[in-house]
């Protein structure tokens, strides 16, 4: 089965633009949730999506949004890009939503430089 | 919210165990333990998770305190691609279930 699998790898932008990221879960699992992970920050929780329904969300400005669509790819925006907004993000999956009692599978991640 | 204390980092030697602390004395009795790693330039990788009881998987062993303010992830026989950040999580029993990270313990394995 593959796993979760996000693109793009890599990404460049400038401070300003917006970025649209993307997220293909494991085949069958319905919950997406995205990290963003800083040197400075460590790993970060930002959303999490269920039934194209945002469920959860983290303490992000409102510059960071998402989406789910109904084959339970996601996607993340982030508008007005700035400089501190370069960091790896990342997407887990779950089968149903994330539970305490059961483990999220992570993509590589997708790499943000933001000049 | 109920945190998680690691070392910074440790070392060990390949194919010798390895035991990685965690010290959770705030954590609730909903409150299970997980644990991730990371290898470099990867994302996360679940490790293990449990409750009350000592766990093991293919992967390794998670050793819970009687009290549950303590637990112990243990790696049998170390290799190098298990040098990575170990993440001791406390997934709220009563929370949406995102997962809380810490800075991690990052283990070296030394041929």
């Known amino acids: 089965k593959a796993g979760v699998t996000q693109t793009p790898r890599y990404l460049i932008k400038t401070r300003g633009q917006q970025v649209t990221l993307s997220c293909s879960p494991i085949?069958?699992?319905?919950?997406v949730s995205w990290y963003q992970q800083t040197p400075g920050q460590g790993l970060q929780f930002l959303f999490e999506y269920f039934s194209e329904t945002q469920r959860n969300k983290g303490n992000f400005p409102g510059r960071f949004s998402g989406r789910q669509f109904s084959n339970s790819r996601s996607e993340m925006n982030v508008s007005t890009l700035e400089l501190g907004d370069s960091a790896l993000y990342l997407c887990?999956?779950?089968?149903?939503?994330?539970?305490?009692?059961?483990?999220?599978?992570f993509g590589p991640g997708t790499r943000l430089t933001v000049l | 919210d109920a945190k998680t204390t690691q070392p910074n980092s440790m070392e060990s030697n390949e194919e010798e165990p390895v035991h990685l602390p965690c010290n959770h004395s705030t954590i609730s009795g909903t409150d299970y333990i997980h644990w991730y790693r990371q290898l470099p330039s990867q994302g996360p990788e679940y490790v293990i998770h449990g409750l009350t009881s000592n766990v093991n998987n293919r992967m390794a062993s998670l050793a819970i305190a009687e009290d549950r303010k303590s637990s112990t992830l243990i790696l049998h026989r170390a290799t190098l691609r298990d040098a990575a950040v170990y993440y001791c999580?406390?997934?709220?029993?009563?929370?949406?279930?995102?997962?809380?990270f810490g800075k991690g313990t990052k283990l070296s394995v030394k041929p």
């Open positions: 887990a999956s779950s089968l149903y939503r994330p539970t305490p009692g059961n483990e999220q599978f």
């Open positions: 999580i406390l997934n709220y029993g009563g929370s949406q279930g995102n997962l809380i």
């Open positions: 085949s069958g699992h319905r919950s």
